[in-house]
């Protein structure tokens, strides 16, 4: 999950916009102000806020507001709802209850790629081979993408365990993949992409885990997908998971994280490592100060204390 971060107007990887619709949405029956199409008052924006970042620990900037009515925008065109006033009234009120997880998904953008900072992955794979057997002689690995979005990621992880020859039958490797957006998981589960994006992968990684689908589309490989959990999650919340992990994804999210929050789930990260374990970040975050259980490799990877 990562929030989009186009200039005003320029459309997003999943072709919604940023900016202001300069055309006209009519409401029900084609009459009256166009429903939806109303400004958000500074009060409105500061309530808004504050409920985001109740349920998520997700900041929203005051830059960020014509991304949020952008967004939102198409939530009140599909309730009927006129004014942002009465959608904070709907979302306070018992029938929109269900709205919450709706307004969440809709105020964040899913931006991945497979393969995104392939040194990640280069690393990956080093250390899963370096990682040692159990009492059977078969190492037991485990491994979090903590922000999965619509699944790039986590295939990209598989991909590499399967190419490296880490994750054949009789291997114990697992991967849990969570995210807060139920659409971006959805699309994740379905493992169904356009062929375009497939290009991301390095070529010895294309051939033999993509199946070529009618119109353009490509599936992930049931190699790779059958290692994979998906599960939704809310960082800012409880964590139904259990380590210890050899390695944890956590990708340009906790930059919309306050700095105690940001310490908080990094902190929460580093208890459910192994010793030795992995945290790899986002190339546009780094660590607050020094964590004296991390030790900073470079590049975004933090490896813990042994």
Same mark, same amino acid.
């Given at each position: 999950?990562?929030?989009?971060?186009?200039?005003?107007?320029?459309?997003?990887?999943?072709?919604?916009?940023? %900016?202001?619709?300069?055309?006209?949405?009519? @409401?029900?029956? @084609?009459?009256?102000?166009?429903?939806?199409?109303?400004?958000?008052?500074? %009060?409105?924006?500061?309530?808004? /806020?504050?409920?985001?970042?109740?349920?998520?620990?997700? #900041?929203?900037?005051? !830059?960020? $507001?014509?991304? *949020?009515?952008?967004?939102?925008?198409?939530?009140?065109?599909?309730?009927?709802?006129? @004014?942002?006033?009465?959608?904070?009234?709907?979302?306070?009120?018992?029938?929109?209850? &269900?709205?919450?997880?709706?307004? *969440?998904?809709?105020?964040?953008?899913?931006?991945?790629?497979?393969? $995104?900072?392939?040194?990640?992955?280069?690393?990956?794979?080093?250390?899963?081979?370096?990682?040692?057997?159990?009492?059977?002689?078969?190492?037991? +690995?485990?491994?979090?993408?903590?922000?999965?979005?619509?699944?790039?990621?986590?295939?990209?992880?598989?991909?590499?365990?399967?190419? &490296? =020859?880490?994750?054949?039958?009789?291997?114990?490797?697992?991967?849990?993949?969570?995210?807060?957006?139920?659409?971006?998981?959805? $699309?994740?589960?379905?493992?169904?992409?356009?062929?375009?994006?497939?290009?991301?992968?390095?070529? #010895?990684?294309?051939?033999?885990?993509? #199946?070529?689908?009618?119109? =353009?589309?490509? $599936? *992930?490989?049931? /190699?790779?997908?059958?290692?994979?959990?998906?599960?939704?999650?809310?960082?800012?919340?409880?964590?139904?998971?259990? %380590?210890?992990?050899?390695?944890?994804?956590?990708?340009?999210?906790?930059?919309?994280? /306050?700095?105690?929050?940001?310490?908080?789930? *990094? #902190?929460?990260?580093?208890?459910?490592?192994?010793?030795?374990?992995?945290?790899?970040?986002? !190339?546009?975050?780094?660590?607050? %100060?020094?964590?004296?259980?991390?030790?900073?490799?470079?590049?975004?990877?933090? +490896?813990?204390?042994?």
């Amino acid at each position: 999950m990562d929030l989009q971060r186009n200039p005003a107007g320029a459309p997003g990887p999943d072709g919604r916009h940023s %900016g202001c619709h300069s055309g006209s949405d009519p @409401g029900p029956g @084609g009459t009256g102000p166009p429903i939806g199409q109303t400004a958000m008052s500074d %009060g409105e924006f500061a309530r808004l /806020s504050a409920k985001v970042l109740a349920l998520t620990g997700i #900041e929203l900037p005051p !830059h960020k $507001r014509q991304l *949020v009515i952008s967004r939102l925008r198409k939530r009140l065109r599909a309730l009927g709802i006129d @004014g942002f006033g009465n959608y904070l009234a709907y979302l306070a009120s018992p029938a929109g209850e &269900a709205e919450s997880s709706e307004m *969440v998904n809709a105020v964040t953008t899913n931006q991945t790629a497979f393969f $995104r900072e392939r040194h990640h992955f280069e690393d990956l794979a080093q250390i899963l081979a370096r990682r040692p057997g159990d009492a059977g002689g078969r190492p037991r +690995r485990r491994i979090w993408s903590a922000a999965c979005s619509t699944g790039e990621e986590p295939y990209s992880i598989a991909i590499t365990a399967l190419g &490296a =020859g880490l994750a054949g039958p009789g291997a114990d490797l697992r991967i849990l993949a969570t995210d807060l957006d139920t659409a971006a998981l959805a $699309r994740a589960r379905a493992a169904t992409y356009p062929a375009g994006r497939a290009d991301a992968c390095p070529p #010895e990684c294309r051939q033999g885990y993509f #199946e070529t689908l009618p119109g =353009g589309q490509v $599936r *992930v490989a049931a /190699s790779a997908r059958r290692l994979i959990t998906f599960n939704q999650l809310n960082l800012h919340g409880s964590w139904p998971v259990q %380590g210890p992990f050899d390695a944890i994804f956590c990708r340009n999210v906790l930059i919309y994280f /306050s700095p105690e929050a940001k310490l908080s789930i *990094v #902190e929460r990260f580093v208890d459910l490592l192994h010793p030795g374990g992995t945290l790899y970040l986002g !190339h546009s975050e780094a660590m607050l %100060g020094n964590h004296p259980q991390l030790v900073n490799q470079g590049r975004t990877i933090f +490896r813990k204390c042994a």
